[in-house]
């Protein structure tokens, strides 16, 4: 039986750790059996795990390449949407005007062409997430931040250039806070990030 704030709880571990792609499956699935008493579940392969990393920096890169991130835009989140076909994941804002605790999600603006990501992994778990609900809107939340850490650390030679290329890093905005999150709920804050790369949340003590 899961814990009540299992997801909450995972979350926490998951963000202190920050975990690349090999720790992160490792990490994901000793989660899944400790808190949601879920182990070797067909829904969640390791294989369709990295192949919709690839999928997912695929994404990264072309809304990237499509338009910057609008001036106003002080954070992204990663967001979850849950639609008639399963668990969708696009990118939202959160404005500058921000303070504190409260961060109003822009769910318009900020990339108002961008499609979903086209992961194949969130096809099983959404079926994960009808089974165990905790256990697959968790899944969906986390699979973001192993992804962001991974691309991030894969790029760390270049990853200022890259950032001002990609229009993340300019001159008025230095640094942007990453999130995950479901639709129109509080996001997590799971890093900072600015040239020097990503800050884990915990350890970035000016927010």
């Known amino acids: 039986m899961s814990d009540p704030d299992a997801v909450g709880l995972c979350m926490d571990e998951l963000i202190s750790a920050l975990p690349r792609l090999e720790d992160g499956w ?3 699935n000793r989660q899944l059996e400790a808190r949601f008493s879920i182990a070797d579940t ?3 392969e390791h294989e369709e795990f990295l192949e919709s990393y690839a ?3 695929h994404w990264l890169r072309s809304v990237f390449e499509e338009a910057p991130i ?3 835009v002080e954070g992204v989140v990663f967001s979850v949407f849950v639609s008639e076909d399963g668990l969708e994941l696009y ?3 959160t404005s500058a005007s921000d303070s504190g605790e409260h961060h109003q999600i822009e769910t318009v603006n ?3 062409e961008m499609t979903f990501a086209a992961l194949d992994i969130y096809r099983d778990i959404s079926s994960l997430h009808e089974e165990n609900p905790e256990a697959g809107e968790y899944l969906a939340l ?3 931040v192993v992804y962001v850490r991974e691309f991030v650390a894969e790029n760390s030679g270049h990853i200022e250039l890259l950032l001002r290329k990609k229009g993340i890093i300019v ?3 230095e640094e942007l806070r990453l999130f995950t999150g479901f639709d129109k709920e509080k996001p997590y804050l799971f890093a900072l990030l600015n040239h020097s790369g990503m800050i884990p949340a915990a350890d970035a003590a000016a927010w």
């Open 70 to 72: 609008p001036k106003h």
């Open 26 to 28: 490792a990490l994901l």
């Open 171 to 173: 001159r008025h905005r």
């Open 110 to 112: 900020i990339f108002p």
């Open 91 to 93: 990118l939202a804002g």
């Open 42 to 44: 067909p829904l969640f």
């Open 142 to 144: 986390a699979l973001p």
């Open 55 to 57: 999928q997912f920096v």
